[in-house]
C-alpha cells in the first residue's frame, strides 16, 4: 500500500486438516471466516490437489482426472461447499494443477471423441491433443467447471491456450445466461432459444450471473464457432 500498489492474495487449500475427515469442518470454516475480514483483497481460493494427494501417497495417473481420486474430489467439494457459494459469502475457486505434458505408455483409450473433430476436418488437431496429453486435461478441466470450480493452475505453457478456450462462454450459454437475467424477477420456465432445453429463472439465475462474468473475463464465442474451432485457434498452436 506504502508504494501505491494494490496486491491482491490467492490463499491455497491444501493443509492436511482439510484432507481429514475429523478437522476438514472447523478448517474449513476457518479459512472461511479468516477470508471473509480481508474479502477485498482475495482474488481467488486455489485448490492444491498434488498436496492433497501427497497426505495419502496418492497421485492420479495420465487417464484419470482428479475427480476419479475419490478422497481429493471430497475435498473439492466441501471447498467448493463452503468457499464457492452464489450467495455473497462466497469466493472464485479454482482449478487444480494438471501435470502431465507429454504422453507415454497409457493403459486406457483417449477422452476425446473422433465424431467432433471428423466434423470440423481436424483429425490432427486431436491427435496431437492426446500425444500431449491434453485430452485428459480438457476433461478435467470440463469436470471443473460442471462442480464449481473457475480457471485452473498451470504448469506448462501448452496448458494455458487449452484452459483459455474451455473458459470462453458458447453462444448458446450466452443466450441461455442473458435469457435467464432478463426474466430475472419473475417465475416461470421457457424454452431455450436453441430449443434444447428449459431455462428457469430462478433456479438457473446464479448460474446466469456467474456466466456474465465469465463472458467479461473470457469473452464470447460466435454462433458457429465450437470448442473444436477454439482448440484448433488456440491449443493447435501451442
Known sequence: ASAGVRLLAMPVIESPEIIHRETREDALLGVQRLLDKHRSSVLAVRTGATDLCSVYGIRRGRDLTIWDVRLVAGVLTDVINVLGRTDGTGFVVTGPVWEYFSSDERLFKPQLRHTPFDQHDANRLRADLITRDLDGLIREVVL?????????????????????????????????ATDVLEAAGRSGVSASRYGNKMNESKPHLSWAERTILRARAFGVAAEDVGLVDLLAATAGRA
Do not use: F, M, W
Open 144 to 176: 471443473d467447471k460442471v462442480n464449481g470450480l473457475t480457471g485452473k493452475t498451470v504448469i506448462h505453457p501448452s496448458h494455458v491456450p487449452v484452459v483459455h478456450a474451455l473458459s470462453v462462454v458458447t453462444h448458446e450459454e450466452y443466450a441461455d
